[in-house]
Structures are given as structure tokens and as C-alpha cells.
């Protein structure tokens, strides 16, 4: 069981950068492939990116592949997204998710999720 809470959202100017947190709760986090899904209105949530459970393999969206970085600290207990060059359609709630296993895409594989963070990118 773990619980997820993200932080770091905001507002911020097209071209700006943000870096999300998501702190959990639990013994066994450094288990566990944690990732970030985003959701804007009207739209089906999204994958964004993924790291695996010691931070060696990690999985992006082409949406955002070379201007983020995922990334953890598992003796924090804590997991990262940083984008750059963020555009109005980056525009979401983003949230964090916890699955053990392999590293998968589809957000119906992701066991245990956090309540969002909203980023709104304005042009």
C-alpha cells in the first residue's frame, strides 16, 4: 500500500520550466515503478513518463521526450518530473502513479495514484 501526494503545479509562462514532486508514504517504495499521467479537460489521461523501481530505466512520451527528466530519490521516498520549454498544451492535472513490475504505458496498469496537481502553461 502506498499513498501518493504531488506538489509543484502552477501557472507559468509558455517557455517556462516546472518541477513536479510526488512524496509517498510506505516502506517499500524504493519497489515500486512510479510515473506521471496527465489529464486536460475533455481528454482521456495520458502517459507522460515512467522510471523503474532503482532509477536505471525510464520511459517518455514523445510529447515531452527531450525537454523532461523523471527521476527519484528513493531515500526520500519522493519521485521528479522537470519539463522545459513548457507549451499552453501541456496544459493538465498531472498525477503521480505506483505499480510493482515493469514499467508500462497504459495508466490502467498503475495500482495506486495521487490526487493531481494542476500545471497550466498560458501563451
Known amino acids: 500500500q502506498v499513498q501518493l501526494v504531488e506538489s509543484g503545479g502552477g501557472l507559468v509562462q509558455a517557455g517556462g520550466s516546472l518541477r513536479l514532486s510526488c512524496a509517498a508514504s510506505?516502506?517499500?517504495?524504493?519497489?515500486?515503478?512510479m510515473a506521471w499521467f496527465r489529464q486536460a479537460p475533455g481528454k482521456e489521461r495520458e502517459f507522460v513518463a515512467a522510471?523503474?523501481?532503482?532509477?536505471?530505466?525510464?520511459s517518455y512520451a514523445d510529447s515531452v521526450k527531450g525537454r523532461s527528466t523523471i527521476s527519484r530519490d528513493n531515500a526520500k521516498k519522493t519521485v521528479y518530473l522537470q519539463i522545459h520549454s513548457l507549451k499552453p498544451e501541456d496544459t493538465a492535472v498531472y498525477y503521480c502513479?505506483?505499480?510493482?513490475?515493469?514499467?508500462?504505458?497504459?495508466?490502467?496498469?498503475?495500482?495506486?495514484w495521487g490526487q493531481g496537481t494542476q500545471v497550466t502553461v498560458s501563451s
Open positions: 502513479a505506483a505499480k510493482t513490475g515493469s514499467i508500462y504505458r497504459d495508466y490502467n496498469r498503475y495500482d495506486w
Open positions: 522510471i523503474s523501481w532503482g532509477g536505471s530505466s525510464t
Open positions: 510506505g516502506r517499500t517504495f524504493s519497489q515500486y515503478v
